[in-house]
């Protein structure tokens, strides 16, 4: 069984930053060959795409929205994931939920991913 833990969530201004965390257990769970991502969730809305990583952390994907504040990383020998959020908006304002896949490229639709964490609050003021 696999789980998935996100910390890091809060309330900050806009144009603050915040890191989010990731960190993944499992007994059989093979870390270093999932792909990962990040998914957000505003009230009233459909959780959407926020960013994937590949294993290897070699090649990463990003939703329009955040595309040059936000960075994703891992860690494999730590077995944690990083979303590294930067000029923050109100918009940016969500649950935000780290994800896992069988499957070790990185992908961008809920889903392809077979793993959720319990999600963490990300709230922007403005």
């Known amino acids: 069984q696999v789980h998935l833990v996100e910390s890091g969530g809060g309330l900050v201004q806009a144009g603050g930053s915040l890191r989010l965390s990731c960190a993944a257990s499992g007994r059989s769970f093979s870390f270093s060959t999932y792909a990962r991502g990040w998914f957000r969730q505003a009230p009233g809305q459909e959780r959407e795409f926020v960013a994937a990583?590949?294993?290897?952390?070699?090649?990463?994907s990003y939703a329009d929205s955040v595309k040059g504040r936000f960075t994703i990383s891992r860690d494999n020998a730590e077995k944690t994931v990083t979303l590294q959020m930067n000029s923050l908006k109100p918009e940016d304002t969500a649950v935000y939920y780290c994800?896992?896949?069988?499957?070790?490229?990185?992908?961008?639709?809920?889903?392809?991913?077979?793993?959720w964490g319990q999600g963490t609050q990300v709230t922007v003021s403005s």
């Open positions: 990583i590949s294993w290897s952390g070699g090649s990463t």
């Open positions: 994800a896992a896949r069988r499957f070790g490229v990185a992908a961008m639709t809920t889903g392809e991913y077979d793993y």
